[in-house]
C-alpha cells in the first residue's frame, strides 16, 4: 500500500495559494447569490463558544486563522465565543461562520450522542441559541451565507435537527486519538494540499465516527467526502477500533444546505499539533475559499433583519 507523507510532498508556498484562492473566489457557481469578479476578501466570524467540553487547541487555532488571514490577505476575520452574535444583525456583516470546536449546554453529566439524546430528550449537548435565535441563523444561512464546521462542530448541539443536517452527518462517538491512514477520496480543491485522490497520508488526531443510516443520503443529497479515514498503524488499534469506521469512514467533506449555500466540514484539528501542519493550513484556507464562493445575498439578509 503506498503512502504519501503531506510532509514530504511539494507543496504550494502561501503566495501561490493566495493566488488560487482569489482565483478559486472568482468562479460562478450555479446555486445563491454570488460575489463579483473582483471579489472582496472573505469576511469571515469565528465562533469558539463553548459551554461545556473546551478543547485545548482553540485558542492556539484561533491564532493561526488570524496569522493566516493577515498573511494571505485572502479574508479578514473577527472571533467570538457570544451565542448572541449568531444573530441576523451580526451575521448582515459576514460572508461565513466558521466553527472552532464549539460545544453546547450539557443537561447530564455525559456528552451523549444524537441518537441518544433524542431517546432521552434530557441527557445532551445542547445548542446554546434559543428557537427563534436557532430560525434566525438558519434563515441566515437560507440567503447563502457560509458554514465551515472544525473538529467539535461535528460533535455539538444534538438537539438540533437543522445542526445535523446542516452538518451532513450525525455525530455517533469517538476513541482516544491515534494515528491512522487518511485517504484523499475526492481530486477537490480543498484537500488538494494532501494530494490527489488514492493518495495517503498519516495523520495522528482525534478521528470522529458517524452514525449508519443518517449519513448524506439522509441528510443531505451532496455531500461529497473528500478525506476518509483508512487503518489504524497499531495493530492492537485497528482490531479494537477499526470496524467502527467503516470503509473510508468519512473525515472532511463539502455540502450546501438545502441547495441555497456552501459548506466545509473537516473533523481534523483536535490536536495543536494538527493546527500546525502546513498542509492542514492550506486545508483550511481552501475550505474557506470554496465556500466563499456563494456569498450571502444582501436583499435576502435586508429582508431578514426587516422581518
Known amino acids: 500500500m503506498s503512502r504519501t507523507s503531506p510532509a514530504n510532498r511539494s507543496r504550494l508556498p502561501l503566495w501561490a495559494l493566495t493566488a488560487v484562492l482569489a482565483l478559486a473566489m472568482g468562479v460562478v457557481p450555479s446555486t445563491a447569490s454570488l460575489a463579483d469578479d473582483d471579489v472582496d476578501p472573505t469576511r469571515v466570524l469565528v465562533y469558539s463558544g463553548t459551554q461545556a467540553y473546551r478543547h485545548g487547541s482553540i485558542e492556539h487555532g484561533n491564532a493561526i486563522l488570524a496569522d493566516l488571514a493577515t498573511r494571505t490577505e485572502a479574508f479578514t476575520v473577527q472571533f467570538t465565543e457570544d451565542p448572541a452574535d449568531l444573530s441576523v444583525d451580526t451575521l448582515s456583516g459576514y460572508d461565513l461562520v466558521l466553527f472552532n470546536s464549539p460545544s453546547g449546554q450539557r443537561t447530564g453529566f455525559l456528552d451523549w450522542p444524537a441518537h441518544v439524546c433524542t431517546a432521552t430528550g434530557v441527557l445532551c449537548d445542547r445548542a446554546p441559541l434559543d428557537d427563534a435565535q436557532r430560525t434566525a441563523f438558519i434563515n441566515w444561512v437560507g ?100 470496524a467502527f469506521y467503516g470503509d473510508r469512514g468519512a473525515l472532511a467533506w463539502t455540502s450546501t444546505f438545502r441547495g441555497q449555500n456552501r459548506t466545509f466540514m473537516t473533523n481534523l484539528g483536535h490536536h495543536t499539533e494538527t493546527w500546525d501542519m502546513p498542509e492542514y493550513q492550506e486545508h483550511l484556507l481552501a475550505g474557506i475559499a470554496h465556500v466563499a464562493e456563494v456569498r450571502p445575498d444582501p436583499a435576502c439578509v435586508t429582508a431578514l433583519g426587516n422581518s
Open 143 to 242: 440567503c447563502g451565507g457560509g458554514v465551515v464546521g472544525i473538529h467539535q462542530a461535528m460533535d455539538a448541539w444534538h438537539d438540533w435537527p437543522e445542526w445535523d443536517e446542516l452538518v451532513g452527518m450525525v455525530f455517533f462517538s469517538h476513541f482516544q486519538a491515534a494515528e491512522a491512514e487518511v485517504f484523499v477520496t475526492a481530486d477537490h480543491p480543498t484537500v488538494t494540499a494532501f494530494g490527489g485522490q488514492g493518495d495517503s497520508f498519516l495523520l495522528y488526531d482525534e478521528h470522529y465516527t458517524f452514525l449508519d443510516g443518517e449519513g448524506p443520503e439522509d441528510l443531505s443529497s451532496d455531500v461529497e467526502v473528500v478525506l476518509g479515514i483508512g487503518e489504524f498503524t497499531d495493530p492492537g488499534t485497528e482490531l479494537r477500533q477499526g
